[in-house]
């Protein structure tokens, strides 16, 4: 089992940018594929990105690509989420979230296949 740690959140202008991170604790951390999640109120957790376990591939929505990036550091158990031009409908609750299966990278991206969560950091994007 994974522990995870979100950081960094916080209030930021439209155009501006913030570095989520995502501390883990557990000894097959670098066996997971990671990934970020954000609900808004009122809305379903959406996904975000993921990155395989040696981060060698990321994949991102639509919505996101070209903005965010997602990384990940395997020797000091931390993923990341760079955030940049960021806009109000980004405006959520970020949760970083480890895969259900070990070195294993996923093709689709429904939160129940992710079995670890954070506590959610607070992103808010004012215009």
């Known amino acids: 089992q994974v522990q995870l740690v979100e950081s960094g959140g916080g209030l930021v202008q439209a155009g501006g940018s913030l570095r ?48 965010f990036t997602i990384s990940r550091d395997n020797v000091k158990n931390t993923v990341y989420l760079q955030m940049n031009n960021l806009k109000p409908e980004d405006t959520a609750v970020y949760y970083c979230a480890a895969h259900r299966r070990l070195y294993y990278f996923p093709t689709v991206f429904p939160p129940a296949d992710f079995g670890s969560w954070g506590q959610g950091t607070q992103v808010t994007v004012s215009s």
């Open 20 to 67: 989520l991170s995502c501390a883990a604790s557990g000894r097959t951390f670098s066996g997971y594929a990671m990934g970020w999640f954000r609900q808004a109120p009122g809305k379903e957790r959406d996904f975000v990105a993921v990155i395989s376990w040696g981060g060698g591939t990321t994949y991102y929505p639509h919505s996101v690509k070209g903005r």
